[in-house]
């Protein structure tokens, strides 16, 4: 099935740094979602995106929908241990019930 | 705060056998999934739910049937476990079609042996 690129597949960062990572599509999304999970347990719901250019933040986290509807960002400030999992996007496609998953991106954090 | 429950965290079946796995949500959401997640491809819809006794089908429903006869539960059916439907099975749900928000479950990693 279709997914959405996203990068960096995996990220290793020291406890403190700042933490990036963009989902792009070639379809144009109504809704972008950002979750996390950890292995072994369903994905956890982080931010939800409406609008083009929307920007919101969560705690340490903040997320922008693409100008264009094709993309998104989302960074996490004064990354902490727990921090540690699978990041992944998602977008609704226009008009329908389905979503489309992000390859996901393995954040690692080093004490 | 959104709770998806599902009945069992870990299952493991023989092939052959018929396989229920439940889900559970206690918003009053008119809307939910099923999807399985393999490592390398991601999350696939199997069923999408829009109303009580109302289904369509996703992207991979073969092997599976689902039931919805009230509004908080939401049932997958393995007519015929096999070993390819050894998977983690997810479930979601969302308010309604004008939010986009889902919410999933704990998930349930079914073995088939």
């Known amino acids: 099935g279709q997914q959405l690129n996203q990068s960096p597949q995996s990220m290793f960062i020291q406890e403190g740094e700042d933490v990036s990572m963009n989902c792009t599509s070639s379809?144009?999304?109504?809704?972008w979602l950002w979750y996390k999970q950890d292995p072994g347990e369903g994905p956890v719901l982080l931010i939800a995106?409406?609008?083009?250019?929307e920007l919101t933040s969560n705690g340490r986290l903040t997320a922008q929908f693409g100008i264009t509807r094709k993309d998104s960002f989302l960074n996490i400030s004064a990354s902490i241990p727990s921090d540690v999992g699978i990041y992944f996007c998602?977008?609704?496609?226009?008009?329908?019930?389905?979503?489309?998953f992000g390859t996901g991106t393995r954040l690692k954090v080093l004490a | 705060d959104v709770k998806v429950t599902q009945s069992s965290r870990y299952l493991v079946k023989r092939t052959g056998e018929k396989v229920f796995l439940e889900c559970v949500q206690d918003?009053?959401?008119?809307?939910m999934f099923w999807y399985r997640q393999d490592p390398g491809l991601g999350l696939r819809l199997i069923y999408f739910?829009?109303?009580?006794?109302?289904?369509e089908k996703g992207d991979i429903p073969e092997g599976y049937s689902v039931s919805r006869e009230k509004k908080e539960r939401f049932s997958l059916i393995l007519e015929s476990a096999s070993t390819n439907q050894t998977s983690m099975y997810l479930c979601?749900?969302?308010?309604?079609?004008?939010?986009?928000?889902?919410?999933f479950g704990p998930g349930t990693r079914l073995t088939v042996t």
């Open positions: 918003m009053d959401h008119e809307n």
């Open positions: 998602a977008g609704q496609l226009s008009g329908t019930y389905k979503y489309i």
């Open positions: 739910s829009y109303d009580v006794k109302m289904k």
């Open positions: 979601a749900s969302r308010i309604g079609p004008g939010s986009g928000e889902q919410y």
């Open positions: 995106l409406y609008k083009a250019g």
């Open positions: 379809s144009i999304f109504n809704t």
